[in-house]
């Protein structure tokens, strides 16, 4: 449904060689390429303001709106936000979850809150579509066995933190229920390990650069434990 309800925008966009939505509310809705005659600052707030969440003063905002569901949908964002600062959240979700259902019940089409031109006022579809993913994924640490010799992993399984809501490598550990780490690094890690043990080295020293999430020294690190002496640069903030 969040895409159904971004899809006449989408449509719009793509006619101007833009893929996504998210490209434009990263970079500005100003640009010739991305200008609408829609109002798209929430939806902007959105994809800028994914952790923690939205503003605490635009939550009360919405909440306090006369519409009804501008106003759930400031609830879920209240609830959004203190899912990803760790905050207990079990009541506002309920008290979200409830006002929804009650609005819902009351014989509202649902066609009603899609759009069919332009964009909705609310973000139902999106923010209970960023609710249902994984803030964290258990992965089983797992080396080729083609490496015969190779040492057994220091840690069975890790718990890896992804990005809250939808991101190509972080869809991708949540559907995988893996490392998004290529052959090639893992092979390269394994010979450089060799190369220590020939110099009876005890530590290996490994720097990433544009790693991202990570993925790869944490898998590096789960399988060499205290061994591994690992660096990570990344230029992205929200990684």
Known sequence: LRGVAEAPLSRKLRHRGISSIDECAMHGFRRKTCRTAENVSLLTAFYRQ???GFALDLIDRLVQSGDRFEKVTGKLARVDRMRNLGESYEEELKAAWEALQSWLGDGTPLEALLPTDGLQAHLLWHFLDKLSLELTVEIEIEIPKRW???PQPKLHK??????????LISDSVRRQRDFHCPTYFQEEVWKSLRDADSRSSKMLSVVEVGGFLGDCLLWAAAWLGP???ALEVEPVTQA
């Open 227 to 229: 061994r591994l002496r």
């Open 50 to 52: 994914r952790d923690p």
């Open 158 to 167: 890790l718990q890896m933190s992804v990005l809250p809501d939808r991101d």
């Open 148 to 150: 015969l010799d190779a």
